[in-house]
């Protein structure tokens, strides 16, 4: 499935990967993969925190049960994929995107605000993913790893507009827009800071 235009501009992040990042990836795959597998193990982790932390909210709890066992799945799909290639799933390395997005978090304040940032959050995070696993399956040599970003992509497309629509659920739409458009200019700053590694997702 290619994306469609729509749901590129409605990714909106304001600025596209590097071009040099898919050819560092592909040259340290041990560490592209390793670092992968730990995004999805802390997909997986965040998503059962706030379900443990929102159990009031009957649709958050149903829609994100599931995408628990996905990206567990997603964990264990790049595991065996490391495997496969008599590779090695290293450390965890600090997370300096994730810790920098969780700077902007609003930690104080009103219940709500809190609430809508955690989402946002894992909305952005989705999206960011989701277009760096498309210059994946678009810009690496081999062919088998293309197609196996390519199903990452779409899986994290669809996480990205489930978190942006349970925003929604509970909250004012305008407003939820309004802190979108923050959290985008936002995460500009920090892609644009971060150093281009071909052993890190973000
Ligand atoms: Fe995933
Ligand atoms: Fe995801």
Partial sequence: MELSQDTKNILGLQLPTDPRWVDLAEISLEGILTDHAYCEQKAATTCITLIQRYSD??????????????????????????????????????????????????????????????????????????????????????EYLRNFYRRFMESEAGHYTLFLELAETYMDKEKVRTRWKEWLHYENAVMASQEVRGDRIH
């Fill in 57 to 142: 909210k009957v649709k958050l709890v149903q829609d994100l049960a599931p995408i628990v066992t996905e990206e567990w799945g997603h964990f264990r799909l790049v595991l065996a994929e490391l495997h496969k290639r008599g590779l090695h799933l290293g450390k965890q390395r600090k997370d300096q995107y994730v810790n920098k997005l969780m700077e902007f978090q609003r930690k104080g304040g009103h219940y709500d605000d809190r609430f809508l940032d955690h989402l946002l959050m894992m909305a952005l995070i989705e999206a960011r993913s989701c277009e760096r696993f498309k210059r994946l399956s678009e810009g690496l040599n081999d």
